[in-house]
């Protein structure tokens, strides 16, 4: 039986089967048999050991450094959105339109997530539209792809290396990588070797050339902001589309901290929980009012669905809208002033130590840091700092000849800005990440060779001074961690659950 207060279940209906359940609450009858039992049990009950991974997780996130520049901290109110009834429900198909009956509420919601959407970032309606349902930037990318150009058409996206995104088209000398690349021919626009900025003049003279009927926007780890009305030229000039993916930035965008992409290109996407802070998901923005293309709000939504994907997730359109109404509030421009003066301090602290940072400082949320004049991978700076108690990520710097072995490590400070860390904060974090370098630097010496399997012998099973260091290094993190709350979750009540490591 399942458990409920014995004054809410009765078991003696004479007109149900003995295993048929009663529960009675505010004056309505509801009946459930043995064989759903389960439906009205909570997690940790049905499913323990998956309970156990989610509470391990969450200690992780309380006890450590979130600093994974495409990450940040939802609210509470959005996983409670994303948690929902909602995610019961099917809706292929657009608001008014649908393959599916009882929808009503479910158009209510996605026709004010939309309107969200705009408002947001200040567009008008009768200019800009958006499809709320891509599952993802990567899916609303293709999507926009799809709607915009035809399969072997020509397309041009920032490079990996140099900061782009892998569905902007990026492919090897062996290998197309993504969609993006096997379905379109792509070429490369690259960053200015000497300034580590866009070299606007370079992408003029090569479009010229390669005659794009696509331009991409957006990247996923350039520290600077962009110009798009020189891009807009570019793509005038050769009569092509411009697509912003503003993935990373759309928070700060929304927020007027940096420039806006809508003023010049014809469609742009992002995804919703970085600097966003929703949940993960996608939107496409396209203009209603191009010359020649008018049906292009229909190539949109056909493009999502049905010939990308099925049916929305209704749950996370919820969230979607009630992390957009957070964006429209008046304390959305302050958090993100401080997530930019928090990176900035951080590029300040890291520089003052002597480190090499591509374009030494940041306009945005990240810091790309180059750790190759210390004779670091990427990799194992984020191993150290995995061991530590700091999330980071490994990421390829301009000039990298392979991005499976990258020369730096991307940094964000949007999940500690969450966490309400202020300037002198992101100062102790910077320090913290000085003595990982180092300590890095240490055991890699102590490992006499330069594999990774050698360096993580060294510091989880050495009994040399680096192993020491990286315990006494990972008790201050924790500690230091542990002061911060954490959005979503009571922290006043949280233990540590069984088997989590990582502490001593």
Known sequence: MANYPSDFVRTDVPTRQSSTHTVFSREICVYFDEENADLYKPLSEVDPVVQNIIDKET?????????????????????????????????????????????????????????RALKAFNL???????????????????????????????????????????THGYYTAKKKITASAIYFQSLPYALDASTHLIDYPSLEKTAKTFKPRLIICGASAYPRDWDYKYLRKIADSEQAWLMCDMAHTSGLIAAGELASPFESCHVVTTTTHKTLRGPRAGLIFFRKDVEGAKDLEK??????????????????IAAIATSLLQVASPTWKAYAKQVIVNARTLAEVLVGYGYKLQTQGTDNHLVLWDLRPVG????????ICDYVGITINKNAVSGDTSAAVPGGIRLGTSALTSRSMKEEDIRVVGEFLHRAVQLALKLQKEAGSKLIKDFERVALTGDGEGAREVKVLRKEVRAFAKKWPLPGIDVSSLTKPEGFEGDD
């Not at 990450?71 to 019961?88: D, F, K």
């Not at 008014?96 to 009956?101: H, L, P, S, T």
Request: glycine share 12%; with cysteine; charged share 15%.
């Open 124 to 166: 008008d309606p009768n200019v800009w539209g958006v499809n709320v349902q891509p599952y993802s930037g990567s899916t609303a990318n293709f999507a926009a792809l799809t709607a915009l150009i035809q399969p072997q058409d020509r397309l041009m996206g920032l490079g990996l290396p140099d900061g782009g995104h892998l």
């Open 59 to 115: 200690w992780r996130q309380f006890s450590g450094l979130e600093l994974i520049a495409s990450e940040n901290l939802t609210s509470l109110a959005a996983m409670q959105a994303n948690g929902s009834i909602l995610t019961n429900k099917y809706s292929e198909g657009l608001p008014g339109a649908r393959y599916y009956g009882g929808n009503e509420y479910v158009d209510e919601l996605e026709n004010l997530c939309r309107e």
């Open 299 to 316: 190539r949109v939504n056909d493009a999502v669905f049905p010939a990308c994907q099925g049916g929305p997730h209704n749950n996370t």
């Open 376 to 383: 670091l991978t990427g990799s194992k700076v984020e191993k």
